[in-house]
T-cell receptor, first 113, second 114 residues
Framework: NAGVMQNPRHLVRRRGQEARLRCSPM?????VYWYRQLPEEGLKFMVY????????ESGMPKERFSAEFPKEGPSILRIQQVVRGDSAAYFC???????????FGQGTRLTVV | GQQLNQSPQSMFIQEGEDVSMNCTSS?????WLWYKQEPGEGPVLLIA???AGELTSNGRLTAQFGITRKDSFLNISASIPSDVGIYFC??????????????WGLGTSLAVNP
């Protein structure tokens, strides 16, 4: 059973471009969480999704950021018109329904130049 | 957003020493989770606690779910250099509709001197 897969592992974007981060949850997992982490800091919650449904997006910036988890395919975190302050590691975690734990991917490190 | 109080913030110890770290909250949780994160990697789940008072071990790691359901601690015995990393606690609360929210501590950074 493969773990949570995130790609790409590293992403470089110029200011103003779009960044698309992908997360394939573990098999059987229908819940996905996205987190952002700055160097030397903890994990900051962004959004919690189930298939085709956003449960909690209280941590998402109001502009430029969006997330989806379609019926088929990976969850996507999309950042439009990136700025230098978007540079960070973005992690996703997944869990099955009714589970009380969550497993993380290895993250995507976004660098905006 | 809500965060757990995790302490200490960092520790620098000698190989072979025991380590203890804890998390406290003003809210009651149904589940406590402990993760370890190494540089450049994602957090890895170490121990999950599901019942108040529960004491669970995973090798040299032991964690307990506090009786009040507002705290948890993690102990590492006989530390070794590969224990280096950042340890995070997380509490799970269930919202209406059985949706889960993970609340995180800010992490304890552990350095082990060989």
């Amino acid at each position: 059973n493969a773990g949570v897969m995130q790609n790409p592992r590293h992403l470089v974007r110029r200011r103003g471009q779009e960044a698309r981060l992908r997360c394939s949850p573990m098999k059987g997992h229908s819940h996905v969480y996205w987190y952002r982490q700055l160097p030397e800091e903890g994990l900051k919650f962004m959004v919690y999704l189930q298939k085709e449904n956003i449960i909690d997006e209280s941590g998402m910036p109001k502009e430029r950021f969006s997330a989806e988890f379609p019926k088929e395919g990976p969850s996507i975190l999309r950042i439009q018109q990136v700025v230098r302050g978007d540079s960070a590691a973005y992690f996703c975690a997944s869990s099955p329904p009714a589970a009380r734990d969550a497993f993380f991917g290895q993250g995507t490190r976004l660098t905006v130049v | 957003g809500q965060q757990l109080n995790q302490s200490p913030q960092s520790m620098f110890i000698q190989e072979g020493e025991d380590v203890s770290m804890n998390c406290t909250s003003s809210s009651i949780f149904n589940t406590w989770l402990w993760y370890k994160q190494e540089p450049g990697e994602g957090p890895v789940l170490l121990i999950a606690l599901y019942k108040a008072g529960e004491l669970t071990s995973n090798g040299r790691l032991t964690a307990q779910f506090g009786i009040t359901r507002k705290d948890s601690f993690l102990n590492i015995s006989a530390s070794i250099p590969s224990d280096v990393g950042i340890y995070f606690c997380a509490g799970i609360e269930f919202n209406a509709g059985n949706n889960r929210k993970l609340i995180w501590g800010l992490g304890t950074s552990l350095a082990v001197n060989p």
